[in-house]
């Protein structure tokens, strides 16, 4: 059983940064790829970001490439989604997800575990 809990979200002015921290219990993170999805009021959740439980591969919506990057440190248990330039369309919330295959954490179907979510507002 792993638990994930989001943190980090807020509301921000267009063109600004924000770090969401996604910190995960359980002793077998590295096993586990991690993802970022999130979902805006009235539309479908979509993928983000991913990256492996090794942190060597990650994987971008074309949506966020270059502006923002995910990272993990497995001795803290953390995978984290550092957002830069940020835009009004960037506002949802912003969900965790683990999955023991990177696939998982890619397609958002298979996920074996979620976080509750952190809400990001982006102002105009």
């Known amino acids: 059983q792993v638990q994930l809990v989001e943190s980090g979200g807020g509301l921000v002015q267009a063109g600004g940064s924000l770090r969401l921290s996604c910190a995960a219990s359980g002793r077998t993170f590295s096993g586990y790829h991690m993802g970022w999805f999130r979902q805006a009021p009235g539309k479908e959740r979509e993928f983000v970001a991913a990256i492996s439980g090794s942190g060597s591969s990650t994987y971008y919506a074309d949506s966020v490439k270059g502006r923002f990057t995910i990272s993990r440190d497995n001795a803290k248990n953390t995978v984290y989604l550092q957002m830069n330039s940020l835009k009004p369309e960037d506002t949802a919330v912003y969900y965790c997800?683990?999955?023991?295959?990177?696939?998982?954490?890619?397609?958002?179907?298979?996920?074996?575990?979620w976080g509750q979510g952190t809400q990001v507002t982006v102002s105009s």
């Open positions: 997800a683990a999955d023991r295959f990177f696939s998982g954490v890619r397609n958002g179907v298979t996920v074996d575990y």
